[in-house]
C-alpha cells in the first residue's frame, strides 16, 4: 500500500491525511468546487477536482472517484464516514478495479448496512432486537396495518443511512402518514434509498454503542462503548465513555453481541454496533460499518489509533492485542463544534476569525489535555452542501468530572466569528446538573433545551450594553492607547439584538472611558485596545435601584457587513446590528408577524399551506432543505398567508421573504 484515497472531504480527509503520512504513504483527496482551497486539499499529496458543488455530482460519484484512483495511480481507497462509506456498491467496485478497500467486504456492508438485514441477522445470534416491520411492502397501507400491530410509540427509520436523517417519532397513529412522507423525503436526499422500517419506540432510553474491530483471519474484539444520548434532531452532538451507565458485567453482554453480530456477517475491519439501553436491558438500534466520528473518545482510552488498525487490517495483518489486554483508562468526551444556532438551525457562511487553545490534532492527547480534530482556518467557506460540523473537540482526564471541566474550558477558549455555532451550547450542556449527574437520556435535549436557550439569551443580555457598544468602538477605532470616541458613537444608539431594538445614550469622557446610560441604569466603561478586534472592557454597572456591579473582560469581535457584528466574550456569542440610522418604526418592528424570512441557505422541499389559510402559532409554512436535513418553519403567530413567494425546488438564501401574512381572520385558528 503505497498510495490511499481519501474518499471524502473536511476534517476527517484530514484526520486521514495526517495517520497515513506519518506511515510513509501518500495521499490522494478529492474535491468538489466549493472545497477547492480547503484544508484537506493542500495538506495531500496529491488533489484531483471532481467539478460540481453538489455531492451527488461529487463525493457520491464512484465513476469519478475511480477516476482519480486511476489517474493518480492510488493502489488504496479509504472512505471515511459519510458519503460513500457505507455503500456496498462503491466497496464492490474499488476490490474491482484492482484496489484495497479500507473498509469492511462488501458482503458485510451488505448483510448489516441495512438496518433491517442487520436486525435479521442479530435475531439469529439471539442479540435483542425491538418488535417492528422491515418489510419489502413499503406501501403507506401495509406500513399503517404494522404500526397498529406493533402499537405506539413508535419510530419510523431510513433503512439505510444513519446520522439521525430519516427518523420520526410517532407518538398517535394520525401521525403515521406524514412522518412516512418525511422521513422517505429526507431519507431519498440523503441516502438515495427511501425505504423505511418502523419498530417499537423507547422513549427514555440511552443511546450506547460498542466499537468493534475484526481481522481477516477470523479474530473480533471489542473496545468498549460509548455514550451518544445527548443529541438533538436525532444527531449526536456530546459523546462519552465509558458510559456512565454501564459497568463492567453489563460491558461484557454488551460487547459479546457486537461480537457475535459481526462475526455472524463476516466482518473485517472496524465498525460500530450502536444499541438503546433501557435500564439493564438493551436492544440493537443499527450497526455502522465504518468508522465513526466519535472514534476519537475510543482512542483517548484505549491509546490506539483506529485509523491505523484499519489500515493494517486492510494489508492483511492481524489485530495485535487480544480482548484479554484491552484496558481502558479514565474518561474521555467529545462534543461536536457545529455551524448552527442554539435553536439548531444550520448555518452558512466564512470565518472570519479562528482561535482555540493549545491542542493536540487528530491524534490522542496526554491525559488532561485537549485534542481538536477540525478544518477551519480563517477565510473558509461553510456551504449548504455539506454537515453542518465544522470539527470535535475532545478531552481525555482522569475523571468524568475533570473531563467536563477541561472541555468547557476549552470551549470557551475556542474563537469562531463571522458565523454562528452552537460552542456556547455545547459547554451549556455539559454544566447542566442533569448531565453533570451522568443522568442524561436521549430525551435530555428535547426537555432542556429550553431552558439552556433562555440562559444562554440572558447571558448575552447580561453583557450586551458593553459588548455591543465595544464592538461598535473596536470596529471604528484605530487602536490607539488613548483612542477617540467614534462619531457614530456620538449621538444616541439604537441597537438590535435577539430581535430587540434597545436604545442607549453613549457620551465620551476621554481616555477610552465611556458613559452609556440606558433603561436598566447607567454603565461606565473603561477601554483597552488589545490586538486588532479585540477590547479589553472594566465595567462599573449602576442598576436602576442604586446597586452596583464589576466586571472585567475581553470581547472579540468581528464585523458581518456594514452596520452587523459578531463578538464573543468568554462562554458568550453574540450578534448586534447598528439600527441607529432606521426610522424608529422600522427599527422597533418585531417583523415576523407580517413576513417569515429564510434563516439560512436551503432549497424548499414543500409548501403545507395555500394563500388565504388561516394559520395557528406553530404551523408550518415552509420546509427547507439545509446541509443534509430538513427544517420546517412556522408561523409565529396566528395569522392569514396573504402571499407565498416561493415555490418547491427553489434554492433561498438567508434573509430571503418565503411568505407574507395579514392578521388572522374572524375565526382563524387560537
Known amino acids: 500500500m503505497k498510495k490511499i484515497l481519501i474518499a471524502n472531504r473536511g476534517e476527517i480527509t484530514r484526520r486521514v491525511i495526517h495517520i497515513v503520512h506519518r506511515m510513509g504513504i501518500e495521499t490522494v483527496a478529492v474535491y468538489s468546487d466549493p472545497d477547492a482551497n480547503a484544508l484537506h486539499v493542500r495538506e495531500a499529496t496529491q488533489a484531483v477536482a471532481l467539478s460540481g458543488a453538489a455531492s451527488a455530482d461529487t463525493y457520491l460519484r464512484i465513476d469519478k472517484l475511480l477516476a482519480a484512483a486511476r489517474a493518480t495511480g492510488a493502489d488504496a481507497v479509504h472512505p471515511g464516514y459519510g458519503f460513500l462509506s457505507e455503500n456496498a456498491d462503491f466497496a464492490q467496485a474499488v476490490v474491482d478495479a484492482g484496489l484495497t478497500w479500507i473498509g469492511p467486504p462488501p458482503a458485510a456492508i451488505r448483510a448489516l448496512g441495512s438496518k433491517a438485514g442487520a436486525k435479521a441477522l442479530a435475531q439469529t445470534q439471539s442479540v435483542p432486537c425491538l418488535p417492528g416491520y422491515a418489510g419489502d411492502d413499503q406501501s403507506d397501507e401495509r406500513f399503517a396495518t404494522e404500526a397498529a400491530r406493533i402499537g405506539t410509540p413508535l419510530m419510523v427509520k431510513a433503512v439505510a443511512g444513519g446520522g439521525g436523517r430519516g427518523m420520526r417519532l410517532v407518538t398517535d397513529l394520525a401521525q403515521l402518514p406524514a412522518a412516512l412522507a418525511s422521513a422517505r423525503s429526507e431519507a431519498l436526499a440523503g441516502f438515495g434509498c427511501g425505504d423505511l422500517l418502523i419498530e417499537r419506540a423507547l422513549l427514555q432510553p440511552r443511546h450506547v454503542e460498542v466499537q468493534i474491530f475484526a481481522d481477516a483471519h477470523g479474530a473480533c474484539i471489542h ?223 428535547a426537555e432542556h433545551a429550553s431552558q439552556l436557550q433562555d440562559l444562554l439569551s440572558n447571558e448575552e443580555l447580561e453583557v450586551l450594553i458593553q459588548s455591543a457598544v465595544t464592538t461598535i468602538f ?146 408550518t409554512v415552509v420546509v427547507i432543505e439545509s446541509m443534509k436535513l430538513e427544517h420546517s418553519l412556522a408561523s409565529s403567530a396566528a395569522a392569514t398567508v396573504a402571499e407565498l413567494l416561493v415555490a418547491p425546488g427553489q434554492q433561498v438564501s438567508p434573509g430571503q421573504v418565503l411568505a407574507r401574512f395579514a392578521p388572522a381572520t374572524q375565526g382563524a385558528p387560537a
Open 223 to 445: 473496545l468498549g462503548e460509548r455514550d451518544c444520548s445527548v443529541q438533538r434532531r436525532h444527531q449526536k452532538i456530546i459523546e462519552e465513555s465509558p458510559s456512565p451507565a454501564v459497568d463492567a458485567a453489563l460491558r461484557e453482554r454488551m460487547g459479546a453481541c457486537a461480537v457475535a453480530l459481526a462475526q455472524a456477517a463476516g466482518y473485517v475491519g472496524a465498525g460500530t454496533v450502536e444499541f438503546l439501553l433501557d435500564g439493564a436491558e438493551f436492544f440493537l438500534m443499527e450497526m455502522n460499518t465504518r468508522l465513526q466520528v466519535e472514534h476519537p473518545v475510543t482512542e483517548a482510552l484505549t491509546g490506539l489509533d483506529l485509523v491505523e488498525w484499519q489500515i493494517r487490517v486492510a494489508r492483511g495483518e492481524p489485530l495485535p492485542l487480544a480482548q484479554d489486554q484491552v484496558h481502558l483508562q479514565g474518561h474521555a468526551i467529545e462534543v461536536r463544534l457545529c455551524a448552527e444556532d442554539a435553536h439548531f438551525r444550520p448555518h452558512t457562511g466564512r470565518v472570519l476569525h479562528f482561535s482555540a487553545p493549545p491542542a493536540t490534532a487528530f491524534e490522542r492527547a496526554a491525559p488532561g489535555a485537549l485534542r481538536f480534530d477540525h478544518a477551519l482556518e480563517e477565510g473558509a467557506e461553510v456551504t449548504p452542501h455539506y454537515d453542518a460540523m465544522l470539527g470535535k473537540l475532545i478531552v481525555h482526564a482522569p475523571t468524568r468530572a475533570e473531563a467536563i471541566a477541561a472541555l468547557v474550558r476549552a470551549l470557551q477558549g475556542t474563537r469562531v466569528l463571522g458565523l454562528p455555532t452552537n460552542r456556547a451550547f455545547l459547554a451549556a450542556c455539559l454544566q447542566h446538573p442533569v448531565f453533570g449527574a451522568g443522568h442524561a437520556l436521549v430525551p435530555f435535549l
Open 474 to 619: 473596536a470596529s471604528n477605532s484605530s487602536g490607539a492607547a488613548s483612542p477617540q470616541l467614534p462619531c457614530a458613537l456620538a449621538r444616541p444608539l439604537r441597537l438590535r439584538h435577539q430581535g430587540q431594538v434597545v436604545p442607549l445614550a453613549v457620551r465620551e469622557l476621554g481616555a477610552g472611558r465611556l458613559l452609556v446610560e440606558h433603561a436598566g441604569g447607567t454603565t461606565h466603561l473603561q477601554l483597552a485596545p488589545q490586538a486588532a478586534g479585540m477590547v479589553r472592557i472594566t465595567t462599573t454597572q449602576t442598576g436602576a435601584e442604586g446597586d452596583v456591579r464589576h466586571a472585567d473582560h475581553t470581547v472579540r469581535a468581528v464585523p458581518v457587513g456594514s452596520l452587523r457584528w459578531h463578538w464573543q466574550t468568554g462562554g458568550v456569542d453574540g450578534w448586534v446590528e447598528d439600527a441607529s440610522w432606521e426610522p424608529v418604526a422600522r427599527a422597533g418592528a418585531a417583523g415576523g408577524a407580517t413576513e417569515l424570512r429564510a434563516p439560512f441557505n436551503g432549497k424548499v422541499v414543500a409548501l403545507p399551506v395555500a394563500a388565504g389559510q388561516a394559520l395557528a402559532a406553530g404551523d
